[in-house]
């Protein structure tokens, strides 16, 4: 009975209402973010916690009904989409090795999907190796779309790219 006591009194302490987080900078410029206020000395600013209930789902409105001809039809109506931005159409230019299997599968995806592309190969050519340390190069594949740089492949990313280049 007493243990029973005690592990009640230990869960009615808890408590479960408020969780707060603090950010702070640190003497040498560091940003700190905790759950305990800074130090006195620090100027501290409370930050908003987010939990999933603080965002509401958005739904697609239901169908309309639309009665007339040959019964009754289900019609969804069209959302309101912003203005839809054009794919890029200009020539992606593609830094890489000959042993990088990234590129390889950069490479097979462009291809496959019929994307223009220049492919530089920076162990062999002096110039686009050059080129690519100018553009911040550090690992491969580097892929230029338009303005956009991108380090490594992967599918989504890219697509992201081609249809919001500007």
């Known amino acids: 009975m007493k243990c029973l006591a005690i592990v009640i009194a230990i869960l009615l302490s808890v408590s479960l209402a408020g969780a707060e987080m603090y950010q702070w900078i640190a003497d040498d410029g560091s940003v700190t973010f905790k759950d305990t206020p800074p130090p006195a000395s620090k100027k501290r600013k409370k930050v908003k916690v987010y939990n999933d209930s603080d965002f509401s789902s958005t739904t697609a409105p ?6 007339g001809g040959h019964g009754n039809k289900s019609i969804a109506k069209p959302t309101p989409t912003t203005a ?20 390889k599968q950069a490479l097979s995806y462009m291809s496959s999907k019929g994307i223009q592309y220049v492919a530089y190969d920076i162990e062999n050519d002096n110039s686009a190796k050059q080129r690519y340390k100018e553009l911040g190069g550090r690992g491969v594949p580097l892929i230029i779309i338009g303005a956009h740089r991108m380090s490594g492949f ?5 697509e992201y790219y081609l249809n919001n280049h500007k």
């Open 154 to 158: 992967s599918e989504s990313n890219f």
């Open 62 to 67: 239901p169908p309309q009904t639309v009665s």
């Open 84 to 103: 839809k931005r054009e794919r890029f159409s200009g020539t992606v230019e593609i830094y890489v090795t000959n042993w990088c299997g990234y590129c």
